[in-house]
């Protein structure tokens, strides 16, 4: 489920960013709350690479709760920023490199750009990643509840389409 809110916010950052050719993409439950999967949607997370999330901090800036800098985690590794937006926490990500479980670091998610689909509501286009994409990386990191929500998710859109 998403809030009419997320979504304004989404349209919001999607207006912003739209006229200064970033490459990126909405992730994470916002994601999968619009294609249907049964999420709650709370935030609103934004993969991209270190140009990008460095560009988004300056476009963003009026927002900022924490300064688009280079950040590392025991889960993740990536230039990373926080805004919050009408009362929304949004999250960027660049270059991100995830630590799955076992320590080893996956950084097949900087190819999911490559792999970006689109959204539509209302007139506004969307750059997300597809549920597919979603499910290899909440797999990778263990995430098997959210993993087995999308699976279902796109067993459902495959067999009613």
Do not use: C
């Given at each position: ?23 990126w ?19 609103i ?34 230039y ?82």
């Open positions: 489920m998403i809030s009419k809110e997320n979504i304004e916010v989404t349209k919001i950052i999607t207006e912003k960013l739209s006229h200064d050719n970033i490459n993409a909405l992730i994470g439950s916002s994601n999968l709350a619009l294609q249907g999967v049964d999420v709650r949607a709370h935030d997370d934004i993969l991209t690479d270190k140009e990008g999330a460095l560009r988004i901090g300056k476009l963003l800036k009026e927002f900022t709760k924490e300064e688009v800098g280079y950040k590392e985690s025991e889960k993740f590794r990536s990373f920023g926080k805004f919050i937006i009408n009362g929304i926490d949004v999250e960027i990500m660049g270059d991100l490199l995830v630590v799955n479980p076992s320590g080893d670091i996956w950084d097949e998610t900087t190819n999911f750009l490559d792999k970006k689909i689109y959204f539509q509501i209302d007139d506004t286009e969307i750059p997300i990643i597809s549920l597919d994409q979603e499910y290899k990386a909440y797999s990778r990191q263990g995430k098997e509840k959210k993993a087995q929500k999308i699976a279902e998710r796109i067993t459902f859109q495959a067999t009613n389409s």
